[in-house]
């Protein structure tokens, strides 16, 4: 017996705003808004999706849970990330070939070097 992964879940404090971020920020849709939960997918019928839901307190310490995302241009898509909104941090990475954001509410994500470099 196996299990499917269906969906990652994130806690935010504007789980509708933040869930709109992140499909503009990995070319997703926004596939259901409720009040309490907004799920995104690479396209309505395909999985996993990421799944916001609401929580009252804000991000505290670092995530133990990340998305590593790899663009075709490294350098360009961390531009584009920060144009939207997301920031540089220092989770104490020292120097490495990956860099290190975090979203709107402070999760952190790596975009990584083109496969290859």
């Given at each position: ?41 690479p396209a309505a019928d ?9 929580v009252a307190a804000g ?59």
């Open positions: 017996m196996s299990s499917a992964w269906e969906s990652l879940t994130v806690d935010a404090q504007d789980p509708a705003r933040l869930a709109h971020w992140w499909a503009e920020a990995l070319g997703y849709k926004v596939v259901s808004e409720k009040p309490d939960e907004v799920e995104i997918r395909r999985l996993p999706g990421l799944v916001f839901v609401p991000k505290q310490g670092k995530n133990r849970l990340h998305l590593d995302l790899r663009p075709d241009n490294q350098e360009a898509e961390v531009e584009r990330l920060v144009d939207m909104g997301a920031r540089h941090v220092d989770i104490g990475q020292g120097d490495v070939g990956w860099t290190v954001l975090a979203d709107p509410e402070g999760n952190e994500f790596c975009v990584l070097r083109q496969r290859g470099d």
